[in-house]
C-alpha cells in the first residue's frame, strides 16, 4: 500500500507526518532543525527520498539542507549524507548556502534597483529562499525562489546555486516594489508538457512567464486590477499570493489574488475573476485536485488587514467548475471562535484516489481530508505557526 | 588556541560543542579568526557573515573580555586575552527583545 509523507515547516523547525494510503493514522517525527525557521520543505517528484528543505534566520541567514533517504537523515550537500560537516578542503559546504546575485556583465547585469519604500531606488538585498520547486527531470535540479524577488537555480543538488538573471533583469525590475511581507517569489511552476516553459510569481510584482528556461520572462498580468496600486490595471505591481496548474492542463492557471480569484485559460495571457459566491476573495493558498483539473480550493480569509476566517469558522471552499461556483467545506474543521491564518504555500494535495487535501495554519494545526475535501481531521495539532506544507505519495 | 564561543544554532549547523578551539595565524584579528573558522567549520559561512561582502550579519554580535566588539574593524587586533587562550571569543545572537 502506498504511505503518505506531508512535510510541514513553521516558524521553530520542520515535521514530516507519516501515514499509509488510508491517512487515517499518522505519526509526527521532529522537531528537525530546531529553532529555525523553515519556510519551504520539497521532494523530488523523481526520488521521494530526495527532499530539500531552507532553513532560514533572521540572525544566522540561509541554509539549504537535503536529504537522501526520505528525511530520516539531513546534510548540507557537498557533505556525504551521515557524515559529520567538518571536512575543511575540498568540499563546497558553505556554498550550497551562497546566493549570490549574478553581477556579470556577459550573463546579467551590474546589480539592478527596486522600488523602495520611500520612493528611492534600492540594491537587491539576498534575505531568504521562500520557496524550492525541485525539477520535473532531474533529482539535481531545484529551482528557488528567494526575497529580493529573484530566481536560483541548481544542477548539483544544491551544492552551489546560480542566479537566472533574466528575470530581475527585466525592464520592469525597477518597478516592483517590497509588500509588508517582503518582496518574495513564492510560487514557482513548471510546465510538464513544455521543459522550457515556467511561471513564477512575486509579491507584490505579479506573474511572469519564461519559454526559453528562465532567459528571458514576460509579465502575464493582463485582466488583474488592483485597487491598491495607482494603475489599477497595470503590467505589473499586483500583489499575486500564490498561482496553481493541474500538470495536464498547463495552459489553464489559477490565482488567489490580494483581494480577488482569478482564472487563465491561455497560459496567463488573459485573467477573469472566477471569485463567483466566495463569502470573502482574500486569501493566501490555492491548490487544484489531483485527478480533477476543474476542482480547486481555497481557503477565505477575512480581509488584508483581518488576517483569519470570516466569522471565525474555518472553512475551505471548493470549486468544481473551475471557480465562479464555490461550497463551504465544514465537516471536521472548527466552526466557532477560530482566527488563524492559512499561509499561501500551506496547502497541498496528494495523488493518491480518493484525493487528499492538506493545509496548515499559523496556529500550528494540519488538517487533513482523505476524501477530496468532504471531512477534514487534524493530523496534528499545536507545532508551531505552519509556513509551508507539502506532500508525497512514495 | 584560540577559544571561541558559538552560539546554539551554529554548534548544531557545526556539529560541535559550545566552545571550540583553534588555531589561528598572527595577527589574530576578527577577520583571521573567521577565516580560520570557516576553513574547519565551512557550514558556518555565510552565518556569520555575508557570503559575498564579509560583512557581520546585523544581528550577530562579538563580545570579548567583557567588551563588544561587534564594530570594531575586522583587521584591529583582538586583546591578548584572546589571542593566548585566556578569554573566549564569543559569537552572540543578539537578543531578539519582546
Known sequence: MSKVRVLVGTKKGAFILTSDGKRKKWKVSGPLFAGWEIYHVKGSPLDPNRIYASQTSGWFGQVIQRSDDGGKTWHLPGTPSGETPKSPEGFPMGESNKF?????????????THQWYDGTQHPWEFKRVWHLEPSLHDPDTVYAGVEDAALFKTTNGGKTWQELPGLRGHKTGAQWAPGAGGMGLHTILLDKKNPKRMFIAISSAGVFRTDDEGKTWKPVNKGLRSQYIPDPDAEVGHCVHRIAMHPSRPNVLFMQKHWDVMRSDDGGENWKEVSGNLPTDFGFPIEVHSHEPETIYVVPIKSDSEHYPPDGKLRVYRSKSGGNEWKALTKGLPQKDCYVNILRDAMSVDTLD????????????????????????????NLPSVLSVEVQVY | MIRIILPAHLQALANVGAEI???????????????????????????????????????????????????????????DAVAHGQEPFMIIGSIAGG
Open chain 1, 354 to 381: 480518493p484525493c487528499g487535501v492538506y493545509f496548515g495554519t499559523t496556529g500550528g494545526q494540519v488538517y487533513a481530508s482523505a476524501d477530496s475535501g468532504d471531512n477534514w481531521m487534524a493530523i496534528v495539532e
Open chain 1, 100 to 112: 549570490a546575485y549574478d553581477t556579470s556583465e556577459k550573463t546579467g547585469k551590474p546589480l539592478t
Open chain 2, 21 to 79: 578551539k583553534l588555531d589561528v595565524r598572527s595577527p589574530v584579528t576578527q577577520r583571521s579568526l573567521l577565516d580560520a573558522l570557516e576553513l574547519r567549520y565551512p557550514a558556518l559561512k555565510g552565518t556569520i557573515r555575508d557570503h559575498t561582502t564579509h560583512k557581520r550579519r546585523a544581528l550577530v554580535r562579538f563580545y570579548a573580555c567583557e567588551k563588544d566588539l561587534s564594530n570594531e574593524s575586522p583587521d584591529t587586533l583582538l586583546p
